[in-house]
Nanobody, 124 residues
Framework: QVQLVESGGGLGQAGGSLRLSCTAS????????MAWFRQAPGKERDFVAA????????LYANSVKGRFTISRDSATNTVYLQMNTLKPEDTAVYYC?????????????????WGQGTQVTVSS
């Protein structure tokens, strides 16, 4: 089993920045790709970004491309989401997800493991 723990959420201002972290434990060596999703109040959970553990393949949702950057630190089994130029519509609970086979995807069903989520609120 793999456990994922997110941190770094909180209150940000429009135009500002926040960085989220997600650390894998348990059997982190079985994780080959990780992703971030988000769910705004009353909406479905949406894909944000994903990265293969090799770092060679990265996907972004169009809504965050150019503003958010996903990266990973294999030494600490941690994936980061650097969020710049924040907008009020980025307000959501952000979830970290992981998969064992290394195939990236934008669908929730692609991922086997999920964190508990961290709230990000962006004020205008």
């Amino acid at each position: 089993q793999v456990q994922l723990v997110e941190s770094g959420g909180g209150l940000g201002q429009a135009g500002g920045s926040l960085r989220l972290s997600c650390t894998a434990s348990g059997r982190p060596f079985s994780v080959k790709a990780m992703a971030w999703f988000r769910q705004a109040p009353g909406k479905e959970r949406d894909f944000v970004a994903a990265i293969r553990w090799s770092g060679r393949n990265i996907l972004y949702a169009n809504s965050v491309k150019g503003r958010f950057t996903i990266s990973r630190d294999s030494a600490t089994n941690t994936v980061y989401l650097q969020m710049n130029t924040l907008k009020p519509e980025d307000t959501a609970v952000y979830y970290c997800a992981a998969v064992s086979d290394g195939v990236l995807g934008t669908s929730e069903s692609r991922y086997d493991y999920w964190g508990q989520g961290t709230q990000v609120t962006v004020s205008s």
